[in-house]
C-alpha cells in the first residue's frame, strides 16, 4: 500500500511571505496523481493543485506552486504571498492511475499565518 | 450549481445505537466516495460506488460499517452498534471522469459523529 507522509504537523508563516509544506510518498508504480488539499475550519475539503506523475513541469495555480521529485518520491507546496486565508490545515494526497480510485492521504499540517 | 451536501452536519449517539449518515452528491457525478478522519488525522477511504457496479468495500473497518447507494443518486453510510473508537468526521466526496480520465473528487462539509 502506497504511503504519504507529512513531516511538519504545524507550520507559520507571516503574511506576504513564502511557505513550503513538505510531503513525501512511498509508491511502486511509476503511474500516479498528486494532490494537495486545504481543509478550513469548516472541514470543506478543497483541492488547491495537482500533479500528473508523467508530467515533469511542476504544476502552479495562481500563488501555489510545487516542486515535484519522482525519483526522490518528494511533493512539496510552496505557498508564496501569503494570506490569511490561507490558514488551514494541508493535507498531501495520492492517487494510483491504475488500481482503485480512493485517495490516500498525509496525516496533515496546519498553517498557521500571521499578520 | 450545488456541490455535495451531507446530513446531518452533526450527531451525538449513545454507545451501541446505530447511526445513518447521508450524502447528496453533485448531480451528473457517477462516483461517489466514503472517507473517515479521525481527530488530528488525515482521512481513511472507506467505500467507493461507481454507476452501477458493484462496490469497492475494501476500506470499510468491520462488519458494523455498510453503505448503499440507488444508482448515481444519494448515499447512505450505516454504523450499527456504535463504539466510541467511530467518533469521527465523515466525509463523502463525488466525482465524474474529466477529460483526463481521472477522478477529481469533491467533497462534502462532513459529518461528525461523537459516539457517548
Redesign the interface.
Known sequence: AQT?TQSQPEMSVQEAETVTLSCTYDTSESDY?LFW?KQPP??????VI?Q?AYKQQNATENRFSVNFQKAAKSFSLKISDSQLGDAAMY?C?Y?S?NS?????????TSLLVTP | GAGVSQSPSNKVTEKGKDVELRCDPISGHTALYWYRQRLGQGLEFLIYFQGNSAPDKSGLPSDRFSAERTGESVSTLTIQRTQQEDSAVYLCASSRRTGTGDYEQYFGPGTRLTVT
Not at chain 1, 42 to 47: K, P
Not at chain 1, 100 to 108: D, E, I, P, R
Open positions: 504519504v496523481y488539499y469548516s472541514r470543506q475539503m478543497i483541492l495537482r500528473e493535507f494526497a492517487r492511475a482503485g480510485y480512493a485517495l490516500n492521504f498525509g496525516k496533515g
